[in-house]
């Protein structure tokens, strides 16, 4: 794509997107690089699992990717500030915490102060899982399930050439479907909400479930990202500290990068 025929990327104050997984089989990488291109903000959070880091020797990259990460250092160029949160899939990341980069900041958890003042704890999430869910070895057994299922589900679609590439294949949904009894309940929400409580945060910014939600049930602001597996949505901030859902549209057509916007609740 002739980069530019690309409209001027939709600015917002800040922007958050977690779980990318690039690397695994599972990433979309042509939807991330269409919204990428579509938005950027002056503070840029990846909240975790952006580097898929779990999968080698067999990692699934493809020029996309590199030129995913060519995007977001350009957009470091021009000024933009990166914040990294590592999560359980990019773990290996934490050697650099504390390692000064220019405009670059990796962390496991980070306080975020919105434009209205309100201060939210970003972090990816995983750390208020139920703890067999923290066990390495489950973790690891399910990710290299997931590696093996999405391998079958790419040869059964080259067999069905006739299947749109948009559309989620059986597997896909089975997968999903795994991630949302997982993510079953909101006892993960509460947990989240009351390590922002305990931070003194008026909120939360996480990944990590595969779920997105922007809402003030537990008492605080539970906001998750989603993912880019199957979601694709990320949050954005605007100018007045008002927080949004973005919801990312297929490829190759980044200029509708914006979908819907979930205002916050009026405080009482």
């Not at 359980?88 to 990341?93: F, I, K, Q, R, V």
């Not at 975020?112 to 390495?136: I, K, N, Q, S, T």
């Amino acid at each position: 794509m002739d980069m530019t025929l690309l409209p001027p990327p939709r600015r917002y104050r800040s922007l958050f997107l977690s779980d990318l997984h690039l690397g695994s089989r599972g990433c979309r990488a042509e939807r991330i690089l269409a919204f990428l291109r579509a938005n950027t903000a002056a503070d840029i959070y990846l909240v975790g699992d952006i580097l898929d880091l779990w999968h080698p020797p067999f990692p699934h990259w493809t020029p996309v990717h590199d030129e995913i990460l060519a995007l977001l250092l350009r957009r470091v160029q021009e000024g933009s500030r990166l914040h990294y949160l590592t999560g359980n899939h990019d773990a290996a990341m934490r050697i650099h915490l504390g390692t000064p980069f220019r405009r670059i900041v990796v962390a496991e958890e980070i306080v975020h102060e919105a434009a209205d003042g309100r201060r939210y704890l970003v972090m990816h999430g995983d750390a208020c899982d139920p703890r067999v869910l923290r066990w390495h070895v489950m973790t690891r057994i399910g990710s290299r399930l997931d590696w093996m299922l999405r391998r079958l589900d790419e040869r059964l679609k080259r067999l069905r050439r006739t299947v749109q590439p948009e559309r989620r294949s059986l597997i896909e949904a089975l997968l999903s479907g795994v991630d949302a009894v997982m993510a079953f309940g909101t006892a993960y929400e509460v947990r989240l909400v009351a390590r922002a409580r305990r931070a003194g945060c008026d909120g939360v910014i996480c990944g990590h479930f595969h779920k997105a939600a922007l809402h003030e049930n537990h008492g605080l602001v539970y906001a998750n990202c989603g993912d880019w597996v199957d979601s694709f949505t990320a949050l954005a901030e605007d100018a007045s500290g008002r927080l949004s859902l973005l919801q990312g549209v297929p490829a190759p057509e980044p200029s509708a990068g914006f979908a819907r916007a979930f205002p916050l609740p009026a405080e009482a």
